[in-house]
Every structure is written in C-alpha cells, then in structure tokens.
C-alpha cells in the first residue's frame, strides 16, 4: 500500500474530515477486519442472546444423555452429564469473552499510562514505577493471581483484579521503552520549543503513537486472558463449575477426549476463531489508524 | 505582539538580542552503579558570545564539534552545565520551567530533518496550531486564520491543512517545519542544518526564503551549518567552532578574505573550487584526526593538527580574544 508520493492536491484535502472517519473508513476497506469484527459480533449477540438462541438448558444434567455423539439434537453432541456442548459454548462466552477483554483493557490502560509517566518524566518517577513493575515479574504471576482469588474469593471481578494486576507491568515496560525511543525525536523536541506543555506532549505526540503497539499488545493478550482464567478454573480458583467458561469447558472435557473428542475440541476451536478474529480487527485498526497506509 | 510595536523603526545595529558567557555542556558517559569512574565529554566548553538583533549569524564547524548542542543549549532545550545565557533583558540560565515557557514563543528552532520534526500522525493544521495553542493565541476560528496565513507565508497552498507529513517532500516539510517555528512570531530563530539535507535546488528556494522572512518579520538566526558556501551566502558574521570551542569570530567578509586561525584557514581551502584552472594546485591539508572530545590534548586543542604549531601552543591554551572587530583564539594569528 504505496502513499501517493505527491502531497494530496485533490480537493479532497478540503473536506472536513474527521480523524475518526478517515479511521473508520480506512479501516471498512479491509476485509479480514470486517469478517473478524462480524464474528466477533456475532459472537457478542450469540452470549446475550443463549437463551433464546439455544432451546437446551445449559445447566440440566441427563445421566441418560452422556456423551452424545453430534447429532440433529444436540449439533455438537453432549458432555459427561449430558448437556448440550454447544450452548454451553455460547453460555462460556459470556464470561470468556469478558475474561478476555476487560482485564486487558485494565491492564493496558494502567501499564500504558505509567509507562508513558516512567519514559517520559525518568527520575524518580521511572525508578518507583520500574522497580514495582520488576516486582510484579519477577513474582509468580500464576501464585499471584491464585493468592488474589484465595483470599479475595472466586468470583468474576476477582479474576480480573487478578489477571489485571499480573499484566500491566509488561505493558508498562514495552510502553517505556517506546516511550524513551520517542522522547529523543524532533518532533519531541519541537514541541517542547514551542513551550508546549509536558502533559500535552504525552497525551498529544506520544500517546498516538504508541497507540499501533498497544494494538498488538491487546490483540496478544486476549487469548492469553482467556488461557489464565482457565489456568485459574483449573485448579479450582477461577470460574466454579457448573458455570462455564471456555477454558474450564476444555479443562473438563479433555477427559473424555477419546469417546467424545467434540466435548474438548469444539470450545477449544471457539478459542482459535476469536483469537484470529481478535488479531483481524487489530491488524486493520493498526493499519487504519496510521496516517501514512491511508489513500 | 508585533515587532514594529515593540522595537524602534531604526534599530542600532549592535543591539545584543542573546548572549552568552563561558557556556559549556558536559555530558558525563558511564560511571554507573559498575560501569567504572565516569568519563566526561566537553561537547561545549566555554563559549562566549553575543549575536546582535536582525543578524545572521552562521556557527561552522566539523560534525562532532558541538555545533548543534551549543544551538540547544542556547534555547536551554539542554540544560547547560555553567555558565549563563542571556535573552534580552532576561537571564535564561536559572529560568524556572513555567516563565521559560512563556518566553519559548520568542525563541525557536527549525531542525535538521524534515522527516523526523513533523509528528507522522497529526495533520499540517495540528502541527501548526500547537505552538498557537500554547500560547494562548485566540479563539479555534483564529487560530485556523493564522495556520492558514504562516502556510501561504512559506509559500505553501492552503489546502495543505488537512495533509498529514507524509504526503509532502523533504523542501515541503523544511517550509512546514519554518511555518511551525515563525507562528508566535518569535526574534530568535536556530536553524540547525536547516537546508543540509535538501537537495541543491531546493536548498537555494529555503534559503531565499528564510531570508525573505527575516526582511519580513526582522528574524534574528543562529545558523549552524557545515557548508561554507551556504554561509559565504547567507550569513553575516561567522564563528568558526572546533571541539566545543569558539577559535574565530568574524563578519563573513573578514572570515572568508582574511582566515585568521590556521583552523579557519584549512576548512575553507576545503571547500571545492568551481575553477578548472586552478585544478590541481596544491592545497594545505589538514592532518591526523581530531582529538576526542574525551581526552583533550593539553595545550591549544588544535595543535596536534595544526601545520603551524609550536611550543607554547603545546603548553597553552589560547583565549578567544574578544571586543569588536574578529577574534581569534591562537598564539600565532595568521597574517590576513
């Protein structure tokens, strides 16, 4: 995607764009974005909409049921108390999804904003930020994190106080880094020539740019939410059966994995779709939202 | 705030606008927590200076010589390690951060490279509406009027506005980068390597303008530069800067007649001649490499290259001798 080498001569540049529009429409012109974003809202409907989407309960066990295997009845066949795979799919991504994305926006706007604080001000400011933020790593963030949920007890809040308070002091360090690269650049220095204020130079010229790495940093940390809480499902800490969630769907079914492989596989395969549907959207953002990719 | 309000219609040539007195920067390298005794770098060491108002003044020297941290540190975008800077009536040295901001819209710099002054993602209309907005300049509507008139000013169309840097070429960007600079109407202007990575051609149009502008709006330039035939054109006065030193001061005319310091002497007979006749003459080479910065040699700093050297410049270093007429910092002053 060639910038025109030219500079923009066509009335266009006249109109009163907005960044925002040039974002959105650059952004309807990629067309894995869009399939990305259409399952995942899809995906969205599908979670609030499970009671009516689906005619089975999520929760009624049928001991005479076990196991099914796929069929008109139940499409992705039954688990071990014979409840249909499928809508405890789309019951598990209500709190998959929101396992997957609340936390991480905690953690990046957290580690962003403290990053952004170190890099730019240093000093005492980066010391005090680094050195809690070495602490946080060089704990045993799964230790951490079951620390949390033990003593603060299992619930959904708790899982993302937890996985929010494990993950923000990497994206803290990425955002410094990026940071301490930008605070050398002329532009940098221009504006602060001009007697532009500091907070305005981090909220103004750092912030935008290093918005395409927080970008990629959500789209990473996404699948890794959903895989902590079911690390955390795992040993008993996380989301308490008969609740669903994706990660404790393929924890539980991975017994049964000979007989009914769909029981394990299915929602381990509903994790791969929005995965890919996650890194879509924010490969077509990154590129939306970088002037010099647009026509 | 004009200048025509502010200063006399015909102003006494030798008005001094910024000044400075035995300035320097050191830059301490390693010496951490293991890193050994730390070593200095004297990028700027010891200059004194006054560069009058509606003057060119051109800074030349070797890339490494401290050019460019004498520039920043002059608009204290470094801080100075001693020394004092003076603006007027005002001593920057010691400004706390909230008044030196205030004062920011007076001194201004135009960068080397015009691919990494302009933020890549905010439109021209941003870029220039910033410094406008830090200092309080109007409403949104007037704001827009005035990025509009610094546009035309550096001879770009109004619909540029809404481009982002990208779409533009290296000459395009320097006028931006210029617009950006003039738009609180400052008096004191650093171009650092302003025209050094533009083309010939277009090196020649920034140039006319820069100094159209500085007719216009009675602009005051530190230039700093490494290209002599740019200075020979565009400067007034000249200081010749080695390994953060001044070595010689002079109006251009002096400088280029008449090179004083053997220092002076060697960088302009560098200088290609455009004179097929002349073609193979010998020339006076300059010798061995310059010293680092790190570990001065005793003495005058020029001596291990200089073909004149002798004893005392070995021994001592000479001062840069100052008040009125060129100034030269050498033992043995070449006879003009």
């Given amino acids: 995607m060639a910038a025109p080498a030219t500079p923009a001569t066509e009335p266009e540049t006249l109109e009163d764009a907005s960044f925002l529009r040039d974002t959105l429409r650059a952004f309807r012109k990629n067309r894995m974005a869009m ?25 009624r066990v049928a001991l005479d049921e076990q ?19 499928l809508t405890r799919i789309l019951y598990g991504a209500r709190i998959s999804l929101m396992v997957g994305i609340v936390p991480s926006l905690v953690s990046l706007t957290i580690g962003t904003v403290l990053g952004i604080l170190s890099g730019y001000l240093g000093g005492k400011t980066d010391f005090v930020v680094m050195r809690l933020a070495d602490m946080m790593i060089a704990f045993p963030s799964l230790l951490l994190a079951m620390v949390v949920m033990y003593t603060l007890g299992a619930n959904l809040l708790n899982i993302f106080l937890a996985l929010a308070l494990v993950g923000w002091a990497s994206v803290a360090r990425v955002v410094r880094s990026q940071t301490l690269a930008l605070r050398e650049k002329e532009f940098i220095e221009a504006a602060r020539a001009n007697g532009t204020a500091r907070a305005t130079i981090m909220f103004a010229h750092i912030f935008p740019n290093v918005v395409p790495t927080l970008i990629v940093l959500f789209s990473l940390s996404i699948p890794e939410a959903i895989m902590w809480e079911s690390s955390l499902s795992f040993l008993g800490v996380g989301v308490q059966p008969p609740e669903a969630s994706w990660g404790l769907l393929v924890a539980k079914g991975k017994e ?16 791969l779709l929005t995965v890919m549907a996650f890194n879509f959207i924010g490969d077509g953002l990154r590129d939306a939202l970088d002037p010099s990719m647009k026509d | 705030m004009t200048h025509t309000a502010k200063a006399p219609p015909a102003p006494a040539q030798d008005e001094i606008l910024i000044s400075t007195r035995d300035l320097t920067k050191h830059y301490r390298i390693g010496g951490g927590l293991f890193g050994g005794p730390a070593r200095v770098v004297r990028a700027v060491d010891g200059v004194t200076l006054d560069i009058r108002a509606r003057e060119t003044f051109a800074l030349v020297g070797e890339s490494g010589c401290g050019k460019t941290t004498l520039g920043r540190v002059m608009l204290r975008l470094q801080e100075p390690t001693s020394g004092t800077i003076r603006y007027r009536d005002t ?38 509406a910033e410094p406008l907005r830090s200092h309080g300049y109007g409403t949104p509507a007037e704001i827009r009027e005035r990025c509009t008139e610094l546009l035309e000013m550096v001879g770009l169309r109004r619909q540029y506005l809404r481009s982002y840097p990208h779409q533009f070429s290296g000459g395009q960007r320097q006028r931006i980068g210029i617009a950006r600079a003039l738009a609180n109407k400052p008096d004191f202007v650093v171009c650092d390597e302003s025209v050094s990575a533009l083309d ?21 330039y530190f230039f700093i530069t490494h290209d002599l035939s740019v200075v020979r054109q565009f400067a007034d006065r000249v200081g010749v800067m080695f390994l953060g030193r001044l070595v010689e001061v002079g109006t251009t005319e002096e400088l280029f007649a008449h090179p004083q310091h053997p220092y002076t002497m060697l960088l302009m007979s560098a200088v290609p001649r455009p004179d097929p006749r002349r073609r193979g003459e010998p020339r006076p080479m300059m010798q061995g490499e310059i010293p680092s910065p790190m570990n001065l040699p005793k003495g005058c700093r020029f001596h291990t290259r200089c073909p004149f050297a002798r004893d005392i410049c070995r021994a001592e270093e000479p001062m840069l001798q100052t008040g009125g007429g060129p100034a030269v910092a050498c033992h043995f002053p070449l006879e003009g």
Avoid at chain 2, 98 to 119: E, H, M, T, W, Y
Wanted: net charge negative.
């Fill in chain 1, 35 to 59: 399939v990305g974003l259409a399952f995942v809202v899809l995906l969205v409907l599908g979670a609030i909409f499970a009671p009516w989407v689906s005619p089975h309960d999520p929760y």
């Fill in chain 1, 256 to 271: 049964y994995i000979f007989q009914a492989p769909s029981v394990a596989i299915a929602p381990g395969i509903a994790i």
């Fill in chain 1, 67 to 85: 196991l099914l295997p796929m069929s008109h009845t139940y499409w992705l066949g039954t688990d071990n108390f014979g409840r249909d795979v």
């Fill in chain 2, 200 to 220: 010939v051609s277009i090196q020649a149009q920034v140039l006319n303008l820069l100094g159209d502008l500085q007719d216009q709006l009675q602009l005051t």
């Fill in chain 2, 91 to 128: 001593d920057l040295t010691d400004l706390g951060e909230g008044a030196l901001r205030a004062l920011r819209k007076n001194l201004q710099i135009v960068f080397q490279d015009p691919f990494a002054s302009l933020n890549p993602r905010m439109r021209i209309e941003q870029i220039l």
